[in-house]
């Protein structure tokens, strides 16, 4: 999922997250093509910003990410329970990238 | 090595520290008076049109996946209770005044809100925004000490820095108590509601108390997460062992495990964006 403004959305993007307004009732649901008109309409609504559907790439090197899991999980990573955590950990930072 | 008893006088103390605003000092009062409605509550409150923004900031970040959906103290107040919003009061207004020096740790402590109310939406077990507030709260005893004592704190982080240890031992060995008791003393002190004491006292040892299990399983299974993915810097580097009991509880599978640090990367991507605006 992305946050991103309005007016830079790429054609054909999908909303992530339904639109709501200040008592928290959607009125457009997730899922919804963000269209041309879709876009005047929230600006006319006075939405700036949007969640969109997508992959976000991190800000990080993958190698730097890999050598920060290792040094946090350094004390404990014997304990079974945290041999666990930092494999899934380490499966989601391989899907990341 | 400091006196417990001393420490814990002095932590007492902390809304005493000129520092902390007027204002707040005023609404905590005045919340403490039987007499005083969440109407009153809500116009001091608004009195104070930066407090109003940071904190409504705070409310929509951490409780509402950032969707801005309360836009007045008032509201805030209905949703989520008097008690809440007086936590929350409380706590965003000590992480300003730290702001500077601590935006490691708030930006821990928003994860540890976002994921702990992940968490408590996944099981159902409780309402997930006393679990994010919980979360946001559950390090406060690290600002309250170092506020207090700063020169020690800034010694204590920084040899376990040195000496790559956890930062509770070093706490232990300078203070004679953990943050987590430190900042469940200040919680009592300016009665925060009770789950909120027990999920600071408890957040590295849930199995502790009898009154916020849930609660506190919840924070320190969220603590962990957010440290295992580096979110912020809370004082060390190392991932502790997750409690048996919070294990259990969640019972994740591997995969279950990776498709939630897919959640979490989302929900910490947000928290950056939120970071890097000054004002939403």
Not at chain 1, 40 to 50: C, D, N, W
Not at chain 1, 66 to 72: G, I, P, Q, T
Not at chain 2, 156 to 168: I, W
Request: hydrophobic share 50%; proline share 5%.
């Amino acid at each position: 999922m992305l946050k991103m403004s309005v007016e830079s959305v790429w054609p054909g993007a999908v909303l992530a997250k339904p639109i709501v307004n200040d008592a928290g009732i959607s009125l457009i649901a997730a899922g919804v093509e963000v269209t041309g008109s879709l876009k005047e309409k929230l600006a006319s609504m006075g939405v700036t910003e949007i969640f969109i559907a997508g992959k976000r790439v991190p800000d990080i090197p993958k190698e730097e990410f890999l050598a920060k899991v290792d040094v946090s999980f350094s004390k404990t990573e014997e304990d079974p329970r945290m041999a666990v955590m930092k494999r899934a950990l380490l499966a989601h930072v391989e899907e990341l990238y | 090595m400091l006196d417990a008893e001393r420490v814990r006088a002095k932590v007492e103390r902390t809304n005493a520290v000129p520092t902390i605003p007027l204002v707040i000092k005023k609404i905590l009062r005045a919340v403490d008076q039987p007499a005083t409605s969440p109407a009153a509550v809500s116009k001091l409150i608004s009195s104070d049109p930066a407090l109003t923004a940071k904190v409504l900031k705070v409310i929509n970040a951490a409780m509402y996946g950032f969707v801005a959906r309360i836009a007045s103290v008032n509201q805030a107040v209905v949703l989520l209770g008097m008690n809440v919003v007086r936590a929350l009061l409380l706590g965003v207004s000590m992480f300003e005044m730290m702001e500077q020096t601590t935006m490691g740790l708030w930006k821990h402590s928003l994860g540890c809100a976002t994921v702990a109310k992940l968490l408590a939406q996944k099981k159902g077990m409780f309402d997930p925004e006393e679990a994010s507030v919980a979360g946001l709260l559950h390090d406060i005893g690290k600002v309250v000490l170092s506020i207090q004592y700063p020169k020690e704190y800034q010694m204590a982080v920084a040899a376990a820095g040195e000496r790559s240890m956890f930062l509770p031992d070093v706490e232990m060995e300078v203070f004679n108590m953990t943050h987590a008791t430190a900042g469940a003393y200040f919680a009592n002190t300016w009665r925060l509601p009770k789950f909120v004491v027990e999920s600071i006292r408890c957040h590295h040892e849930p199995s502790l108390t009898i009154t916020a299990p849930m609660h506190a399983t919840t924070v320190h299974m969220a603590d962990i997460l957010v440290k295992a993915y580096n979110v912020g810097f809370s004082g060390d580097p190392f991932v502790p062992i997750v409690h048996q009991s919070s294990w259990e509880l969640f019972d994740f599978s591997e995969a279950q495990m990776k498709d939630l640090f897919a959640e979490i990367g989302d929900a910490i991507a947000q928290i950056d964006d939120f970071l890097e605006t000054p004002n939403r």
